[in-house]
């Protein structure tokens, strides 16, 4: 089966750095991709990575080491905006499902 | 311009009263997923169509089926609610491009209460 694992909590003061690890189990490897979700709200895209090492998006960039199983969401110039919970996840299969990790609560402060 | 509306925003029903859910998608995506989220987790897949093909994911209960009559429509219809299926309840599609990143785009979600 597949699974991921992202710490539950993370908490970060505005404008700082803030990074958020998985990792994850899978028996075939399509690539991982990165959600937010506020409090209340849908799912939205963030990133994917299909091959090893860095992908930027303005503030926001994902990592990825195949070798390790491992990858992470690393956040820059943190903004208030930026509280949510965040989730890695797996593309499996034809179709591209998604298999999400558990989740980790982002908690930007003043 | 919403892309993927899903209605009601919010549903009540009574325990064991069966409810249907509705998501449709103005994207043309070949897939659509219904994905179930409680309160502090990560959303669950339960099933999803490629085109008119249903997917059921083998943990989903037999009280959950869905219907795709077109492209465009897709429903969840929950056929004897109990307490533990109050949640909310996800929409997405996607092209369906196999093996490359293919981005999954979500509606705003219903959200279940069952008294």
């Known amino acids: 089966g597949q699974s991921l694992e992202q710490p539950s909590e993370v908490t970060a003061v505005e404008g700082a750095i803030v990074q958020i690890n998985c990792t994850y189990q899978?028996?075939?490897?399509?690539?991982l991709s990165w959600y937010q979700q506020h409090d209340g709200g849908a799912p939205t895209f963030l990133s994917y990575?299909?091959?090893?090492g860095l992908e930027e998006t303005g503030r926001f960039s994902s990592f990825l080491s195949r070798s390790d199983s491992y990858g992470y969401l690393l956040l820059q110039e943190l903004q208030m905006k930026d509280s949510a919970s965040y989730f890695c996840?797996?593309?499996?299969?034809?179709?591209?499902?998604?298999?999400f990790g558990t989740g980790t609560l982002l908690a930007v402060q003043p | 311009d919403a892309m993927v509306i899903q209605n009601p925003r919010y549903q009540v029903t009574q325990f064991g009263k069966p409810v249907t859910l509705s998501c449709s998608q103005t994207?043309?995506?070949?897939?659509m997923y219904w994905y179930q989220q409680k309160s502090s987790q990560a959303p669950k897949l339960l099933f999803h169509?490629?085109?008119?093909?249903?997917?059921n994911e083998a943990d989903t209960p037999d009280n959950f089926q869905s219907r795709r009559p077109n492209t465009s429509f897709c429903f969840l219809d929950i056929r004897s609610p109990g307490l533990g299926d109050a949640a909310m309840y996800l929409c997405?599609?996607?092209?369906?491009?196999?093996?490359?990143?293919?981005?999954?785009?979500f509606g705003p979600g219903t959200r279940l209460t069952v008294l």
């Open positions: 169509y490629y085109d008119k093909d249903f997917n």
């Open positions: 996840a797996l593309p499996r299969g034809a179709t591209n499902k998604l298999i």
């Open positions: 994207l043309n995506h070949n897939v």
């Open positions: 990575n299909a091959l090893d």
């Open positions: 899978t028996s075939g490897f399509y690539g």
């Open positions: 997405a599609t996607s092209r369906g491009t196999t093996g490359k990143a293919d981005t999954q785009y």
